[in-house]
């Protein structure tokens, strides 16, 4: 199979579920269940460019580090993510993943599929 690099590159995906808890300490108050700490099936998609259309980067490589990056952003036992929104844990698991594999990569993190966030980082430039 070619490995010919393209001028408009294949954006790849992976996908996965991640039981945990969190919570919003400073939920207004129309809100204010939310400070409480609260459980969600967290859904994440990870998706990155890749420079040829042969596996530039192994989906099943990518989804297994984005899933071990993303419990490592635990702050407690079972699952604990703290006071982390999805916009943060989206951007941290973004940032790694970034630096990691020295593109852009955009990272969704929801609550249960219902409401969440999209973020997208791009490597780290060394000095």
Same mark, same amino acid.
């Given at each position: ?66 899933? *071990? ?12 993510? %703290? ?33 969440? *966030?999209?973020?997208?980082? %791009? ?5």
């Amino acid at each position: 199979m070619s490995t010919t690099r393209h001028q408009t590159p294949a954006i790849i995906f992976v996908r996965f579920q991640q039981v945990g808890f969190h919570c919003w300490p400073d939920a207004p108050e129309s809100r204010a269940y939310l400070r409480a700490k609260h459980r969600h099936t967290f859904e994440i998609e990870v998706s990155t460019s890749v420079d040829h259309d042969d596996r530039d980067i192994e989906f099943h490589d990518l989804r297994d580090e984005a899933l *071990a990056v993303f419990r490592g952003l635990t702050v407690g036992k079972g699952f604990d993510y %703290g006071s982390q929104s999805c916009e943060q844990l989206a951007r941290r698991l973004a940032t790694q993943i970034a630096d990691r594999y020295a593109r852009t990569v955009s990272v969704m993190v929801s609550e249960d599929g219902e409401c969440g *966030a999209t973020v997208e980082v %791009g490597p780290e430039i060394q000095a």
